[in-house]
């Protein structure tokens, strides 16, 4: 049992290239999430996906996009990097949507220069 | 004003002492969450309450609706306890609700 899977694990970038975060989630749940980490600041939301076949914004979604791909997976993409989003990403999933028990994935740390 | 406020900010102790993090928030909610993020990176749920108390090994997260406080508390701390522990709150923002979380608090136990 994987749990929530998250690929790549790091990545280095040039300001300016795309790129999609993969996040997969083998618990059957309706709900996923994408957030991004910088020191000092907590966990901040970027996109999320209450349940399957909708989206929307949460804190921070400006420069990114998302897609609810299925259940089982909801993708990251940076269409045009910038140094701004250099930062610890995480993907996380829960039953329902918030009060939930929330499982997390191992993150992915993107560098962007 | 941040929304949830988490206490202390670093937290260093001995091996076997008592540990309390706080978490005190400014929204009613109906129900907070504590995560422990692992110095590798890892994030794991600890608890999830809304009421009372629950306890999962040497861990105990207690919470009091009316105050708008929570705290987490570690017995017979060990070293392998040393991680960035982190407290969120469903907040509404928008429309909808999402979880809020605090900056953590990093908690160091030395041998």
């Known amino acids: 049992n994987a749990g929530v899977t998250q690929t790549p694990k790091f990545q280095v970038l040039k300001t300016g290239q795309s790129m999609t975060l993969q996040c997969a989630q083998d618990?059957?749940?309706?709900?996923m999430y994408w957030y991004r980490q910088d020191p000092g600041m907590g966990l901040r939301l970027i996109y999320y996906?209450?349940?399957?076949?909708?989206?929307d914004k949460g804190e921070v979604p400006n420069g990114y996009n998302v897609s609810r791909l299925n259940k089982r997976e909801f993708s990251l993409r940076l269409e045009s990097a910038a140094p701004s989003q250099t930062s610890v990403y995480f993907c996380?999933?829960?039953?329902?949507?918030?009060?939930?028990?929330?499982?997390f994935g191992q993150g992915t740390r993107l560098t962007v220069v | 004003k941040n929304e949830v406020e988490q206490s202390p900010q670093n937290l260093t102790a001995q091996e076997g002492e008592f540990i309390t993090i706080n978490c005190s928030y400014s929204?009613?909610?109906?129900?907070l969450h504590w995560l422990q993020q692992h110095p590798g990176g890892g994030i794991v749920s600890l608890f999830m309450?809304?009421?009372g108390k629950k306890k999962h090994g040497r861990l105990i997260a207690t919470i009091n609706i009316q105050e708008k406080h929570s705290s987490l508390h570690i017995t017979a701390s060990h070293p392998r306890d040393s991680a960035v522990y982190i407290c969120?709150?469903?907040?509404?923002?928008?429309?909808?609700?999402?979880?809020?979380f605090g900056s953590g608090t990093q908690l160091t136990v030395l041998p």
């Open positions: 996380a999933s829960s039953e329902m949507f918030v009060n939930a028990e929330a499982f």
């Open positions: 618990m059957n749940h309706n709900s």
């Open positions: 996906s209450a349940s399957e076949g909708t989206t």
């Open positions: 929204v009613g909610i109906s129900a």
């Open positions: 309450l809304s009421s």
């Open positions: 969120a709150v469903p907040i509404s923002s928008g429309s909808a609700r999402q979880l809020t």
